[in-house]
């Protein structure tokens, strides 16, 4: 069954503190993980896409890892800020690239 | 580049009347477009798929009849509730990409429905 797991499902933190939020999936065959982050009311914005061959990958402040051996994926969050506070979702492509499998997300409050 | 347009961004409507939200693709073409509903603090949820030109694909237990979705156009899909309730009051996003370039799948902002 092809699952995506995400881990802690929240997580609290204090600014300027680092964070590691993980991604686990099951799907298979794999072409693609991309993580969002949703701030509250809003779409899911993209911050980063990995294709197998891949295994990290930046967009400022975040950075992702991935595994394709293990299934695993994590993004790291360098130096938080207020404006990190969202829900953070792990996106998984199939080989059939019309479906797409969503893990429930991180929520991550940053506080001061 | 990649960016969706939806529209309206919130909506109040009354029992019983429909509404329509749009999706539309501003600089690409968007063979495929995704519609999704979000309760508070849970994940989106795949209500259909939808691909130029013809029928949308209803993921099970999404009425096809209430939720109606057109994809008349490369850059817009729209999706109508029908006969609204109280219990349709959600968040509803969609999401387009463009054909085989996984690079090309974007979300829209999202739209807040409140049936009251």
């Known amino acids: 069954k092809n699952q995506v797991e995400q881990s802690p499902q929240s997580l609290i933190i204090l600014e300027g503190k680092n964070c590691t939020l993980q991604?686990?999936?099951?799907?298979?065959?794999?072409?693609?993980l991309r993580w969002y982050k949703q701030d509250t009311g809003r779409g899911p914005v993209s911050l980063t896409i990995m294709t197998f061959s891949e295994n990290t990958k930046s967009n400022g402040r975040y950075t992702a890892t991935l595994d394709a051996d293990t299934k695993q994926s994590s993004l790291h969050i360098t130096a938080s800020q207020l404006s990190d506070s969202a829900s953070y979702i792990c996106v998984v492509s199939g080989y059939n690239f019309n479906k797409f499998y969503f893990g429930s997300g991180t929520k991550l409050n940053v506080k001061p | 580049g990649a960016v969706v347009s939806q529209h309206p961004s919130r909506v109040i409507c009354k029992s019983g009347t429909s509404v329509k939200i749009e999706c539309r693709s501003l600089?690409?073409?968007?063979?495929?477009m995704f519609w999704y509903r979000q309760f508070p603090k849970q994940s989106l949820m795949l209500m259909a798929t939808?691909?130029?030109?013809?029928?949308?694909?209803?993921e099970q237990g999404v009425e096809k009849d209430k939720f109606l979705i057109n994809h008349a156009s490369l850059t817009l899909s729209t999706l109508t509730v029908t006969s609204a309730h109280p219990e349709d009051s959600s968040f509803y996003i969609c999401?387009?990409?463009?054909?085989?370039?996984?690079?090309?799948?974007?979300f829209g902002s999202g739209t807040r429905l409140t049936v009251v």
């Open positions: 991604c686990n999936y099951t799907v298979s065959p794999f072409s693609n």
């Open positions: 600089d690409f073409q968007a063979t495929t």
């Open positions: 999401s387009a990409v463009a054909g085989a370039n996984f690079y090309g799948y974007t």
């Open positions: 939808s691909n130029e030109g013809s029928k949308a694909t209803y």
